[in-house]
């Protein structure tokens, strides 16, 4: 019954429904703290954490954030820190340097491998009731960082949500806006954030005559700073450049497709070894996977693959598709009542068997 109550306040806690000023008005305020963890490297990194009141162990949940300048400030991840600290769990949330600064590259691994060492390792945490759960791009890095002998074994639960299974395919959808779970095709209108995050990584391995300094200054105002100067460089360019960005940015058409398979072909070897496709054998610890289905960043057939891939080689995986989500937003109800409270009830199911271990 106490477990009950514990994922019940989560999810009412996470989900906007009308009880959600009841449920916080009951809830314990969790504690925060601006802590740091050591990276490899000797780094001194932020850690957020949210503290359960009147526990001085406790089970653990590490959110890793992903590609984002709000790293571990972003607002979704700690609604979900906060709620998971009101019912008993001490929730971490790391920055990864990397993906605060956008980019999608293999030290994150390690950094999340850090993070995950040094959380294990404190004294007000059960070290055997950790759940680690990585959110878009932090999603497969994270599996990936299961895999290092360090961890592996460790995590109660290994959470990966609205993360890619094929780097590749998830690019193509940020031109095209269309997926495919193997058996049905499906389009949707797809986040300019996603080429947008492709083109500022890989800039350098674009074959186009522009000057790729400033197109790169472009982007990194774009999404670093959120566009603040970005009207004032692109009226600097030249004609050229403006049709450059104009393509790779906005307009969905062939050429724009040709240019990403193009470089995709060239930067292979970089972002295949980030791709779950690519080391899915090594994989022998069981995965929770959440994807909303109106996600139009990774498109939520990259969880269903990743899934049907892993249960083809007897692997254990439980995975939820989840109509209230987009990417990492909730979307507001809309239609018949009963709709929404069968949703929350499946999302229960499904939250219920993720979260066992430290709610026990």
């Not at 009412?12 to 963890?37: A, C, D, G, Y």
């Not at 293999?106 to 007000?124: G, T």
């Not at 592996?152 to 998830?170: C, H, L, Q, R």
Request: proline fraction near 6%; charge should be neutral.
């Amino acid at each position: 019954m106490i477990r009950l109550w514990k994922l019940l306040k989560i999810i009412l806690l996470v989900v906007p429904t009308p009880l959600f000023p009841l449920i916080r008005l009951l809830s314990n305020k969790p504690k925060l703290e601006n802590s740091f963890f050591t990276t490899t490297e000797g780094e001194k990194v932020p850690l957020r954490i949210y503290h359960p009141t009147n526990l001085d162990i406790a089970p653990a949940i590490i959110l890793f954030p992903g590609a984002s300048p709000a790293a571990e400030e972003h607002e979704g991840v700690n609604i979900l820190g906060k709620a998971m600290a009101s019912s008993g769990v001490r929730a971490f949330l790391p920055r990864i340097p990397a993906l605060k600064k956008v980019l999608i590259q293999s030290d994150s691994v390690e950094h999340m491998v850090n993070a995950y060492m040094e959380v294990s390792d404190r004294k007000d945490v059960d070290s055997e009731k950790i759940v680690g759960c990585g959110v878009s791009f932090g999603g497969s890095l994270f599996v990936k960082a299961c895999l290092d002998n360090r961890i592996k074994g460790k995590p109660a639960s290994i959470v990966s949500y609205g993360s890619y299974f094929d780097f590749g395919d998830s690019l193509e959808f940020s031109i095209t806006g269309k997926c495919s779970d193997g058996k049905k095709d499906y389009h949707l209108d797809p986040h300019d954030w996603g080429r947008m995050v492709f083109f500022y990584n890989y800039l350098k391995y674009v074959d186009e005559p522009c000057n790729m300094d400033k197109v790169h200054e472009y982007l990194f105002d774009q999404i670093i700073n959120d566009g603040e100067n970005s009207e004032n460089l692109y009226r600097s360019f030249s004609d050229q450049d403006k049709d450059f960005v104009n393509m790779i940015l906005y307009e969905k058409d062939e050429k724009a497709l040709k240019v990403m398979k193009k470089t995709l072909e060239r930067i292979k070897p970089i972002v295949m070894p980030l791709s779950p496709s690519n080391f899915i054998d090594k994989i022998d610890f069981p995965i929770y996977m959440m994807h909303g289905a109106k996600d139009n960043m990774i498109p939520f057939t990259e969880t269903f693959k990743f899934a049907n891939e892993l249960k083809m080689r007897g692997k254990k995986v439980n995975s939820f598709i989840s109509n209230l989500y987009s990417h990492s937003e909730i979307d507001r109800p809309k239609g018949r009542r009963i709709n929404f409270i069968s949703e929350l009830f499946r999302m229960g199911k499904f939250i219920n068997s993720m979260l066992r271990p430290v709610l026990e």
